[in-house]
């Protein structure tokens, strides 16, 4: 079955404490990884693209990596206004988008 | 230039009545795809609409319906409604083709009493 999965749940962080967020899938097809990222109240916001195993892409504090069974976003030296829910999404082969759970992200200054 | 709009933004019904969402997409995007989002399972996909016609379709019941109409605006409809469709409903638009570079509204929060 067709699945993402992200880890951990949630994430609890020391201003400046980086650390990583991980997006496993299964998914037949892969037509590429995608992150979001949704404040309370809003709907997501478009960060990423990944088409292949290898790629990385960054911006800012954020660089999202890419391997053939999970995708890792790394947060060096985060500031409170990194707080968000982290979501990732695949694109399917028959071009639907399967979202995981997310990653709550709380970032303490 | 404007992002996706949706309408309503928060609404109370109860079991067994009808709703229908209004969602205007950024201009220019042609494809518009609506989700369900709850706590516990995430953004579920629902469809997707481009140029007027249903491309995709996720695995909901068929009290869930949409349509798309020729100026690119959609709508979703949830009939005889039940406690379990209490949820943020999110639209998001693309301009085009097989991409998950997707542009989202703020949503349509719908409790079910």
């Known amino acids: 079955e067709d699945q993402v999965t992200q880890s951990p749940e949630a994430l609890r962080l020391q201003e400046g404490e980086s650390s990583s967020l991980n997006c496993s899938y299964t998914?037949?097809?892969?037509?590429?990884l995608f992150w979001y990222r949704q404040d309370p109240g809003k709907g997501p916001e478009f960060l990423f693209t990944?088409?292949?195993a290898g790629e990385e892409k960054e911006k800012e504090r954020l660089k999202a990596t890419l391997t053939k069974k999970e995708s890792f976003l790394h947060i060096t030296a985060p500031k409170p206004e990194d707080s968000a829910t982290y979501l990732c999404?695949?694109?399917?082969?028959?071009?639907?988008?399967?979202f995981g759970t997310g990653t709550r992200l709380q970032v303490f200054p | 230039k404007a992002g996706v709009t949706q309408t309503p933004r928060y609404l109370i019904k109860t079991r067994g009545q009808q709703v229908t969402l209004s969602c205007s997409p950024i201009?220019?995007?042609?494809?518009v795809s609506w989700y369900q989002q709850t706590p516990g399972q995430g953004l579920q996909f629902l469809f997707e609409?481009?140029?007027?016609?249903?491309?995709n379709k996720g695995n909901f019941p068929g009290r869930f319906s949409g349509r798309q109409f020729s100026n690119s605006r959609s709508e979703m409809n949830v009939s005889t409604l039940e406690l379990g469709d209490s949820a943020l409903y999110l639209c998001?638009?693309?301009?085009?083709?097989?991409?998950?570079?997707?542009?989202f509204g703020e949503g349509s929060r719908l409790t079910v009493l």
């Open positions: 998001a638009s693309r301009f085009g083709g097989a991409t998950g570079e997707l542009f």
């Open positions: 998914v037949s097809g892969l037509r590429g």
């Open positions: 990944l088409y292949s």
């Open positions: 999404a695949a694109l399917h082969n028959t071009d639907k988008l399967i």
């Open positions: 201009s220019g995007h042609r494809s």
């Open positions: 609409y481009f140029s007027e016609t249903q491309r």
